[in-house]
């Protein structure tokens, strides 16, 4: 194997940008050996007597970390730098992949000598995270199979690599369809309503195709604003229907993937002895059943169903009035650009006016000042002055730096992370934040926490220094660096349990507490200055602006609980097996939460990447962001009577829940920060809906 495939060191400074298609395949093979080679020697330890935790669970904890690595950056690139070649490079290796992985939790050997490590005096005497990790661990022994008898574990490990093809293929089609799509608009007065910065890049995006007049596509810095203030109705419906129908239909037809993805998903948790996918993946989660995530849901969706009916009453009242009966009822693509009139006749509030009071540069400034106020900690720019030289990102639009932790005497460099922000043709939409490489403090593992946030917001306009955001780009900004925090301030021991790597339904609660600051006068103050005056955010638009925030909170809230329903139902019912089936029971369970009726050709489930677009993701789980809602309004209460920019708070935070990732179950975290556990009355009261009606008994 040539020593110049960027895949097979691990590395702070990632050399993205020397990573090649060809690459892929020999550092996988190469890697995997190796990590094949220390898995065998745990069993061999246990064998000679060698029962130490460095010999076997530490040992397990550290075997894979180069292929996890290796394998992290192609899927990284794969994401948000991807060709043909990649693709092809990528998914190529995901059968042997999905096999070795696979083939870990099956090994009886393994399991044995985890279990007999387990039973010595140093197994029992363990504590802390390390109790974790064995007790972890050996549920996860059982629970993925190892327990089967041989048939079993090959029908196991035949639907693992089934999942990672077909969910790979999920992810790429969506990309695909997306990028499909375009509408050429040549007249500039077809878009009336639409704001000029809007107008400004679908011209751009025209100019790139080499076409006059304007392009419109699915990509969320052109989509949203033409769903929310395009005057042309026929122009949204289009955009809308092309937009709920993605890949619908063949070459990249994901609804026979989506069959195929929650049939095998139904046999894998039958073969290990679930009654269904639902339980299989919530059995170690804080809800623990299908039923109990079910009952939340439904128990959140009853406290604002009136306030939900109250909303769409007003709306309707408002249309009637400046758009007459006719208008009524409203279609889908009609519920946003009416809503968004409606709001800012109520609140004066014009989120493409505020689009100057954020740049870009200005609001990562006070993010990162955020950030060094509640936890001490300083973001600077990577330059070529750092030890380990210049970042190599793989594009020219990503922004890269460094994260200090400075305790009043010295600074410890504790990591690096990289920001990719605007939309490309090889890049996935949306946004996430990703974690690359592990600190691992005290270890013979150490290095620093790395890891990436990636999202598709508004570019800068031609010759514009800085991008300038909408609130709601800045708040998924947010959204991403508290996930990034998760990472970066991570200061757990054991791999398996560092940064992120908690249950899914506790993940959500540093991103979605991080995106208060992004409204609160004492974070706007830190960022929030017109971009040519320099100016402050004036004082009664900030409050118009927060006024604003719940407004028809119950409909955006109830939108999430229709997926989450949508989710659940397909993962605690038998497998549906038409594409019609699928699409009807997916449409009718949605239908409720939304405020207009859903056409008959929504298909928003071919899109649907959080269920479908790894093997795990979201699936049966998707819940867990309304999950995190009421812990992130609840655990913000003691910010808030702190002064929001609150040190004391704010290291109480980092120590208590930042810093642990999972080294203890996220119930006990949570109690230990705020002193009791969850309601959901701060939720209810922070969307002004402290008089929605309780559930009935």
């Known amino acids: 194997m040539s020593p110049e495939n960027?895949?097979?060191?691990?590395?702070?400074?990632?050399?993205?940008?020397a990573v090649l298609p060809e690459h892929?395949?020999?550092?996988?093979?190469?890697?995997?050996?190796s990590a094949q080679e220390a898995l065998d020697a745990i069993p061999r330890a246990h064998a000679e007597g060698r029962l130490t935790y460095d010999a076997t669970l530490g040992a397990l904890d550290a075997a894979t970390s180069g292929l996890d690595f290796a394998l992290g950056v192609a899927a990284h690139l794969e994401s948000t730098a991807s060709t043909p070649a990649l693709r092809d490079a990528y998914a190529a290796v995901q059968?042997?992949?999905?096999?070795?992985?696979?083939?870990?939790?099956?090994?009886?050997?393994?399991?044995?000598?985890?279990?007999?490590?387990?039973?010595?005096?140093e197994g029992r005497a363990l504590t802390g995270g390390r109790r974790r990790l064995l007790d972890k661990t050996l549920l996860d022994f059982v629970k993925n199979g190892v327990n089967l008898d041989a048939a079993g574990k090959k029908r196991l490990a035949e639907l693992d690599v089934e999942l990672a093809q077909m969910t790979l293929l999920y992810s790429q089609n969506t990309v695909d369809a997306t990028n499909a799509f375009s509408h050429h608009v040549a007249d500039r007065e077809a878009l009336g309503g639409v704001p000029e910065g809007t107008v400004a890049a679908a011209a751009e995006a025209a100019k790139q195709r080499g076409l006059e007049g304007y392009l419109l596509t699915l990509h969320a810095p052109l989509y949203v604003p033409i769903m929310t203030y395009a005057d042309d109705r026929a122009l949204r419906e289009r955009l809308y229907r092309a937009n709920v129908t993605r890949a619908t239909t063949a070459p990249g037809d994901n609804l026979e993937l989506a069959l195929t993805i929650l049939r095998l998903r139904e046999e894998k948790a039958k073969l290990l002895g679930f009654p269904n996918f639902a339980e299989l993946v919530l059995s170690d989660r804080m809800a623990k059943t299908g039923e109990k995530a079910q009952a939340f849901v439904d128990d959140l969706r009853a406290r604002i169903a009136p306030a939900f009916a109250r909303e769409n009453a007003e709306l309707d009242a408002f249309v009637r009035e400046i758009a007459g009966e006719a208008a009524l009822p409203l279609a889908p693509w009609d519920v946003a650009y009416f809503a968004e009139k409606l709001r800012r006749k109520r609140y004066e509030v014009d989120?493409?006016?505020?689009?100057?009071?954020?740049?870009?540069?200005?609001?990562?400034?006070?993010?990162?000042?955020?950030?060094?106020?509640?936890?001490?900690?300083?973001?600077?720019?990577?330059?070529a002055d750092e030890p380990d030289g210049p970042p190599r990102p793989w594009n020219d639009d990503v922004l890269s730096y460094v994260v200090r932790d400075h305790d009043g005497t010295r600074e410890t460099r504790l990591g690096a992370f990289y920001m990719d922000l605007f939309p490309r043709a090889d890049k996935r939409d949306g946004a996430w934040m990703g974690g690359m490489l592990d600190r691992l403090p005290g270890t013979p593992h150490e290095r620093e926490n790395v890891a990436?946030?990636?999202?598709?917001?508004?570019?800068?306009?031609?010759?514009?220094?800085?991008?300038?955001l909408t609130h709601r780009e800045v708040e998924t900004l947010f959204h991403e660096f508290g996930h990034l925090l998760h990472h970066v301030l991570s200061a757990v021991r054991e791999r398996a349990l560092a940064g992120t790597r908690v249950l899914s339904d506790f993940v959500e609660l540093p991103s979605m507490l991080t995106e208060n600051f992004a409204w609160e006068k004492e974070g706007l103050d830190l960022f929030a200055r017109h971009v040519e005056s320099g100016a402050g955010l004036p004082e009664d638009m900030r409050l118009r602006m927060k006024a604003a925030r719940t407004f028809r909170a119950a409909n955006m809230l109830l939108r999430q609980l229709g997926f989450s329903t949508v989710d659940l139902l397909l993962h605690r019912t038998p497998a549906v097996t038409s594409k019609a089936e699928l699409l009807r029971l997916a449409r009718e369970a949605f239908q409720p939460f939304s405020p207009a009726a859903l056409p008959d050709d929504y298909a928003m489930i071919a899109s649907f990447a959080h269920l479908f677009g790894s093997p795990y993701g979201y699936a049966a789980g998707y819940y867990s962001y309304q999950w995190a809602e009421v812990l992130d309004a609840d655990a913000f209460t003691p910010f808030k009577d702190?002064?929001?920019?609150?040190?004391?708070?704010?290291?109480?935070?980092?120590?208590?829940?930042?810093?642990?990732g999972d080294e203890a179950p996220p119930e006990e975290l949570y109690r230990d920060f705020l002193g009791r556990d969850p309601t959901v009355d701060a939720l209810v009261a922070r969307m002004g809906l402290s008089g929605a009606a309780p559930p009935a008994a």
């Open 351 to 383: 989120d493409e006016a505020l689009r100057p009071y954020f740049p870009l540069d200005r609001v990562s400034e006070g993010l990162f000042r955020i950030a060094e106020e509640l936890y001490g900690v300083r973001v600077v720019p990577w330059t």
């Open 24 to 33: 892929i395949a020999p550092a996988v093979a190469t890697l995997r050996a």
């Open 642 to 660: 702190a002064g929001v920019l609150s040190r004391e708070v704010g290291a109480a935070f980092r120590a208590k829940v930042l810093a642990r």
């Open 6 to 17: 960027p895949l097979l060191t691990v590395t702070t400074n990632i050399p993205f940008d």
């Open 95 to 121: 059968e042997e992949v999905a096999v070795f992985y696979s083939g870990i939790a099956l090994s009886a050997p393994l399991y044995g000598a985890l279990a007999a490590y387990a039973a010595t005096d």
């Open 452 to 468: 990436v946030i990636v999202g598709n917001m508004t570019p800068p306009a031609p010759g514009a220094r800085t991008a300038l």
